[in-house]
């Protein structure tokens, strides 16, 4: 009797902590459960937001693509001035938008690097092509070479390779020539940007993978480029490297393995 008396209060302090457990659990559920849907809500918006924007521009592009063309018929010179103008804005839009979606995905639990051998040079080829139509600045392509298969995103690295060019022509200057290069070596692939133009200040040198800066002479836009490009590298196993001097120049090399390894993800800084 007295071992059953004893029993009793511990048998229901037991089963009132286990009643409190369970409760704490449920609330814990449910506060995931709010978390989860916030994050997907949080996610989907960019996605809604970058295809409301991209679907009307990219018709407006491909119009002033097809009228820089000459399809329609001759232009004159301040006419082509116009329709170039146009691209050139639709085009940066259209980037932003982009830009907007991948942040979205890179910083999506569920986010996966499709792999696929891809040859770099058609590659950057086909990227600077693109470009060549909404960007006054010349884009020089040094290409040569045999044929460089490597595993990466196809996808995403042609974003990575337009953000490069697209940050040389945004940011540096009026009158610049930019040269793309494909380069090799035994380990690695490299692609780099060059330009002639003003180089970069010490402030926007350690801007340039900040989102959102707008500090320096930095130029409008969202900043989100760059940081994409350093993210997309890093996923490959690469790094993002800058050499850069004020009034002289920038250079930016895009450095890949060329056999994909997982990234070390507590590594040291990319750009140096």
Do not use: K
């Amino acid at each position: 009797m007295v071992a059953t008396a004893i029993a009793c209060p511990a048998l229901a302090g037991s089963l009132v902590a286990l009643s409190r457990t369970r409760r704490a659990l449920q609330r814990t559920r449910g506060e995931l459960h709010r978390l989860r849907a916030f994050h997907e809500e949080r996610t989907r918006r960019p996605s809604v937001l970058s295809h409301e924007l991209r679907t009307p521009l990219t018709v407006v592009r491909g119009s002033a693509e097809l009228l820089l063309d000459e399809t329609a018929g001759p232009l004159n010179p301040d006419q082509r001035r116009f329709v170039q103008t146009i691209a050139e804005n639709s085009n940066q839009v259209i980037d932003m938008a982009s830009d907007l979606l991948a942040e979205a995905s890179l910083e999506s639990d569920l986010f996966n690097l499709h792999l696929e051998w891809t040859e770099m040079r058609r590659l950057v080829r086909e990227c600077v092509a693109q470009l060549r139509r909404v960007h006054t600045a010349p884009i020089r392509l040094d290409n040569h070479g045999a044929p460089l298969r490597i595993q990466v995103d196809p996808r995403l690295m042609g974003q990575a390779v337009t953000n490069l060019v697209n940050n040389a022509a945004r940011h540096a200057g009026q009158g610049v020539s930019i040269l793309v290069r494909v380069t090799e070596s035994e380990e690695t692939v490299s692609v780099s940007v060059s330009d002639d133009g003003t180089g970069m200040s010490e402030e926007d040198r350690a801007l340039l993978f900040t989102p959102f800066a707008t500090g320096g002479s930095r130029r409008p836009g969202t900043g989100l480029g760059m940081m994409i490009t350093q993210r997309i590298v890093e996923l490959h196993g690469g790094r993002v490297l800058v050499d850069t001097i004020s009034r002289r120049g920038t250079t930016i090399y895009l450095t890949l393995p060329r056999t994909w390894r997982e990234p070390d993800r507590e590594g040291a800084s990319t750009s140096e």
